[in-house]
Every structure is written in C-alpha cells, then in structure tokens.
C-alpha cells in the first residue's frame, strides 16, 4: 500500500482520543464472529433458544411502568405479555439475566484489555452533546423497529440467521439496506 | 443423550447459562470492537466492515454447528426455538431499526457492551431504546394491523423452498464466503486498514 492511502485512511484512527492506559488493538473480526457463534450455539443445545437483548430491554420497560402503572402495564397487549404468571415471563428473566452477563462480560473484556474509560464516540464535527442526542433517537428509532420486527440483531439476525429463518433473513436485509440508505444524512455524525 | 440439555431455561441452571452465555457474547462483541459506536457506524460509510465480518462468521459457525450436531442425532432440531416469520412487520421493522442503528451506532446488545466499557454515547442509545419500546406500546392502537399482518409461522429457507436443509446450509457458506472475499479486496485496494488485522 502506498503511503497517499494510509494518510487518507488515519483519521478514523487519529481521531480516537488517546486513552490514559494503552488499549490493545481488537481481536480479528472472524475469530470473534466464530467465538459469538460457538456461544449461539451453547444456548440453542442448553436452553433451546439462542440469543436476545431488545427482549431484555422490553422486561425492564415493563419492570417500570409495573412499578409505577401496574394496571396500565397488564392491561397492554405489548407489555402485558412481559408480566407473564409470577411477576414475569421465564424467557423475559433469561433475557435479563443475559443482558446483565453482556454488560458483565463487555466491561470484563475492555477492562483487561485497556479499552475501558469514560468517553463519547463521536465524529470529530460533533459535540459530544449533539452525539447523545442522536444516540438517544438512534435508540428510540431501534426500539420501535425491534419491537415491530419481534427481535433485534440477537434475536432476528444472528438467532434466527442462524436457524435460516426467513423472517430473520428479512430484517437482515432491510435492516442493512436501509442503515446503508440512510448512512448520509448522519455522515457529519460520524465523519 | 439428545440435546437441548434442558428442558427450560427457568430455574437456577437455566439462569445460570443465561449469565454465563451473557458474558461470554458481551466479551466477543468487545473483543471484536463493536463495542465502540464508530466502528459499528464505519460498516454504512464503507470504512469498517467488522460488523459484516462478525456477523456472518457468527451466523456461520452456529448454523454447521446446529446441522451438524442435528445429522448427528446429538441435537433435536425441533425442539430448538426458531423465531416466527411476519413478513411485514419484520420488513419494516428491519428498516426502522437499521435507521437507528447508523444514528445510534450501536445496536441493542453492543449499547450494554459500549456503556459498560465507559461509552456514555452506549447509555443514550440504551435509554432511548426503552424510550422507543414504550412509545410502541403507548402507539400500539394505532400500528397493532402492521403488527399482526402477514402472519407465516415458523418458516424456514429449506421449507419454503422445499430443498434439504444442507442445501441452503451450503448456500449460505457460499455466500459468506463471498461476503468475506469481497470486503478484503475492497480493504485491500483502497488500504483501508493499514497493518488489518485479518
């Protein structure tokens, strides 16, 4: 490669502000992408379902408005399924737990690795401000769609990818294709 | 002895995998990076493609796992939960969410990975999701037809094209592999990740 690309290529390295312990680079993408895939497939031969996290989101939404609404959240036909016999749905509990093991295991692996710190990511045209905010609405744009779609990239893309569901083959698709068409108008974002 | 090991995932061993398999997909999707929003977002610019790569490698490694493990009578395929098909919603779905996901930078699992790591970007995408789960059960009235149209049940590839389930196994390695060649030319002729790690 000659030396005119790798200066077109740094700043998205530059632009990383330098972390107080020296983090190690990551791990190759395949060798990662086979290690998710392994632990996939341990949950379909223990507990005969694979993985989720929006459905995890949705117990703690829940979890809330029960708190505060309880009749409000029994009487929804979007939340009332998630209070379930005993307080809540057993596959809600799984995802929970889930949940809290991927916080537990993602802070365990920056952590050793000198990637942990307080920060934002961002482009470097944006405040840090003007990041969460779209983080924010990224957020809610995602909640709704996962919730339409019954899954997000756990539970449709890899879960039911995996399965070859088509359903999940589907949001694989349209969700790539619409993050692709929708790319440039958060280009200052990110750029 | 015939796979899945347990009969419900309720119960303390059941919770027990839970938290164990929780550590271990958190632990890859730091490992591979994606728990940084840049890098995540840099897959829709064409910068960064780990996301492709890591989600196709993982997608890839539990579906000759499942065949295998089911040609070999270790695993009941049956009795393993496969998500149902609602060809409609999911298409839309699927477009709402890849918005979010190129504004956001993170998807559902990787925002607890990010805000874990220290990202305070992670905990906005995370509150926002529950702002947007709320708000589609308080919109619900209005978008329950979308919801429930189009209804096919469990439906796989091998089913609706009523081809052995290998064939679409092959088909899909095919494709990946594809996936994979095609992005490391594309890093290759335009340099983009000087001394890659692949």
Partial sequence: MSAIDFAAAAPARIAMPAPAVRARPYASPYLAGVGIGLVLLAAYVTVGHGLGA?????????????AVAPEQAAASPVLGGYLGGGGRGPLADWLVIELI?????????????????RTVERGPRVTDRARLMYGFGGGVVMGLGAKLARGCTSGQALTGGALLSVGSWIFIATAFAAAFAAAPLFRREWT | MTLPFLASDAGAA??????AVGVAFGWGLERAGLGNARRLA???????????????SAIVTAMLGVFWLAQMGILDPARVYVPETWLLPQAVGGALFGVGMVAGG????????????????GLAVMGGMLAGILLFAAAFPLIDQLYEATPAGTLTFPDLLRVPPGTVVAAVVA???????????FERRAALRPGGAS
């Fill in chain 2, 175 to 185: 494709m990946a592999l594809g996936a994979f060649a095609g992005v490391e030319a």
């Fill in chain 1, 54 to 66: 929006s459905g995890g989101f949705t117990s703690v939404a829940v979890a809330g408005v029960a």
């Fill in chain 1, 101 to 117: 093991g991927v916080a537990l295991g993602g802070y365990l692996s920056a952590r050793l690795a000198g990637r942990a710190r």
């Fill in chain 2, 42 to 56: 840099g897959q829709f610019f064409g910068t960064d493609f780990t996301v492709l790569k890591v989600l196709f």
């Fill in chain 2, 14 to 19: 059941g919770l027990g995998v839970a938290l």
């Fill in chain 2, 106 to 121: 993170l998807c559902p699992g990787t925002s607890c990975v990010a805000a874990a790591a220290g990202r305070r970007d």
